[in-house]
């Protein structure tokens, strides 16, 4: 199979995208031609299957779409639209892993379930917690086979990660991101202590 997103996914992108053209941030013309035949078909369909799987590529170019036009070519545009689309997620009721709250700190239980929902959002990559020192309040999720996996997913999942551990834990959090040798990516997490 090739690399791909779960419709899920997908049915938040265009919803964004959607949003982007009635507030006239994008011009519809510059919709189709960014995004192509795959989007007329997929934006005329009834609904989006959320558990048909979707190809990265067309992702990638909305996400890469809205950060351009709306977002000035600025990737921090997509780390509060990934922020935005744990929202819609959780919303969604989907996903058990949006809903489960961990103490006030994160703790491995937590982080195992950002890992699942990983798998289930993705057809490519692994995901695994790497490190994880509660005392320093901080853990590091370690994506690798990650050469297929565009910058623009790269930083949604900043906010995405950000925002679901924020809502989990009731406290700030801050993520960052690089990437390393051999396709991996790492995602780090840190949150503050309760004064």
């Known amino acids: 199979m090739q690399p791909s997103v779960k419709g899920t996914l997908v049915a938040v992108v265009l919803g964004q995208v959607n949003e982007l053209i009635e507030r006239r941030a994008i ?15 997929v934006a005329k369909s009834v609904s989006v299957a959320p558990s048909a799987w979707y190809p990265i590529e ?9 950060m351009n036009a709306a977002g000035r070519g600025d990737p921090e545009y ?13 919303k969604q009721g989907i996903y058990k ?4 709250q961990a103490p006030p700190q994160a703790d491995e239980g ?23 020192d509660a005392n320093a309040n901080w853990f590091v999720i370690q994506v690798t086979g990650a050469g297929e996996y565009p910058e623009s ?10 925002a679901m551990t924020s809502a989990a834990i009731r406290r700030p959090c801050r993520v960052t991101s690089e990437r390393g040798p051999r396709d991996t990516i790492r995602f780090r997490v840190e949150w503050t202590q309760p004064r």
Do not use: I
């Open 110 to 132: 937590f982080v195992r379930s950002l890992v699942t929902l990983a798998k289930a959002l993705y057809s490519f990559t692994h995901w695994e917690l790497a490190e994880f």
């Open 97 to 100: 892993q949006l809903d489960r």
């Open 27 to 41: 011009p519809q013309a510059e919709v189709d031609q960014a995004l192509g035949a795959d989007w007329r078909n």
């Open 58 to 66: 067309f992702y990638d170019r909305a996400l890469t779409l809205m």
């Open 153 to 162: 997913l790269r930083w949604r999942n900043v906010g995405f990660l950000e």
């Open 78 to 90: 997509l780390v509060e639209l990934g922020r935005q689309a744990a929202g819609n997620l959780a």
